[in-house]
């Protein structure tokens, strides 16, 4: 008796020790072409409403200078997954996607599965649409979701003559119905349920609420802003919003709250034909403007994140890589940079500042731009601007003729960070805004 009481005993201590060493579940929320001044957690108009994506805000750090890594949304997740400057390995722009995030880089999910990790994307991929490319090639246990290039209708969930096109389930495309959104917060809560007794990594990216503007008839009319784009896009809102909650509640109700890491960032700013609102930012996606590249970003992580801290330092997509990468006790292959920085500090309220010294954007498209401190230079098929951001975040006036000394040090940065980077892969023309190649698109010879 005596011998299987301390077999007991000690069965319990061991199941304690493993849960305590139990590294932490990872949830990646992407919103797309997400307007800053679309969230209520941020400064917004009265009639946006998101009390679920604000938990996250309130219960964690909400980063007043997050950016996304690029003005379009594919070369931001190949960010994201990378931890790298996307320039890196030739990812520039939305139409590089048909070339695929290049087979030898490696994601988060490549990371965190060999360390007991099980691992999801659900939603837009973008990031490769040859089998080679697949998310089940990428690092991820299961799909559900779509391929690319861009947009993806929200009804219409038929398999399509298009492969890239359809829904698909893990390794095929599927028949569905109902609303893309909604489904998206279906499939990742599931995905939570079903793996409560283990770490997992969840990437949960909508296409909401990029363009087509469509919603539920009902809740559309929930809303009269006297802009029927704008109440649709409320709507679409309202339904990515109800999904985001759903991830949180599955989690709150499998116990799970304290041993996630959650983070919710946009892969863009706010686009002009889809009706979202960028508050006082200046410009729309496709922009190296404050308001084509700084998003609604937050991180929480009950018990590590310090609940309602603003943090004010500049960062950017690639930090929720090197983040959740030291939460998990991985460590990125060696032999490589990566450029992301681990947040921690700032998620405990003391940031050491700055995260990072310098910041760059470029699409290969003559729009460039590099945030070093307060300053920010623009550089717009050739026409230099420079802003001071802590007083003028809305960019109206440029210093650039009263500083010539500083808009030649930002350059120089800039020229020397470009110089490191890789000639971009894509062939493709450019893409509009619903993904579509543009006809008469000029076509790029591989570099």
């Known amino acids: ?34 307007g800053y001044g679309d969230t209520s957690a941020y400064p917004h108009p009265p009639e946006v409403k998101t009390p679920q994506i604000d938990r996250i805000a309130r219960e964690g750090v909400r980063f007043e200078a997050g950016y996304a890594g690029a003005y379009v949304c594919a070369p931001t997740r190949a960010q994201l997954l990378t931890g790298r400057y996307q320039q890196r390995f030739g990812f520039y722009t939305a139409s590089d996607s048909r070339e695929g995030l290049p087979l030898g880089e490696t994601t988060l999910a490549d990371l965190l599965r060999p360390a007991g990790y099980r691992t999801m994307a659900v939603g837009k991929w973008h990031l490769g649409i040859e089998p080679a490319y697949h998310p089940l090639k990428r690092g991820f246990d299961e799909f559900y979701g779509f391929l690319g290039h861009g947009a993806h209708d929200y009804f219409d969930l038929k398999p399509s003559s298009e492969p890239h096109q359809s829904i698909w389930r893990d390794g095929k495309p599927i028949a569905d119905t109902g609303y893309l959104t909604d489904n998206l917060g279906r499939e990742a809560a599931a995905f939570v349920a079903r793996n409560e007794a283990r770490p997992f990594f969840l990437y949960l990216a909508f296409n909401a609420v990029h363009f087509p503007l469509q919603a539920p008839p009902a809740t559309v009319r929930k809303y009269d802003t006297g802009r029927r784009e704008r109440d649709t896009y409320l709507a679409m809102l309202e339904h990515e919003d109800a999904a985001v909650g759903r991830v949180l509640d599955e989690l709150k109700r499998r116990g799970l709250e304290r041993d996630t890491l959650v983070a919710f960032v946009s892969d863009n700013g706010g686009a002009r034909n889809n009706a979202s609102n ?29 609940a309602g801290t603003v943090c004010k330092d500049p960062v950017m997509t690639f930090d929720l890589f090197a983040t959740a990468a030291r939460a998990a006790g991985v460590s990125p292959p060696a032999g490589r940079v990566h450029d992301g920085k681990d947040l921690s500090a700032a998620l405990e309220g003391r940031p050491r500042s700055p995260v990072h010294d310098r910041l760059f954007w470029d699409g290969d498209e003559e729009k460039r731009a590099v945030r070093m401190g307060r300053w920010k230079l623009v550089d717009n098929a050739g026409k230099l601007e420079l802003f001071d951001l802590e007083s003028d975040p809305s960019e109206k006036a440029d210093l650039a003729a009263r500083q010539p000394d500083r808009v030649r040090e930002l350059k120089a940065e800039f020229d020397r960070w470009r110089a490191e980077m890789k000639p971009r892969i894509g062939k493709g023309g450019p893409e509009d805004e619903g993904g579509a190649r543009k006809k008469g698109g000029r076509k790029k010879k591989k570099a």
């Open 1 to 34: 008796m005596e011998i299987a009481r301390r077999t007991f005993l000690a069965s319990l201590a061991g199941a304690a020790a493993a849960q305590a060493r139990r590294p932490p579940n990872v949830v990646f929320i992407v919103t797309d072409d997400h």
């Open 278 to 306: 960028n508050g006082s930012l200046r410009d729309y996606k496709h922009s190296v403007y404050e308001g084509g590249i700084r998003v609604p970003y937050m991180i929480r992580w009950l018990g590590h994140a310090k």
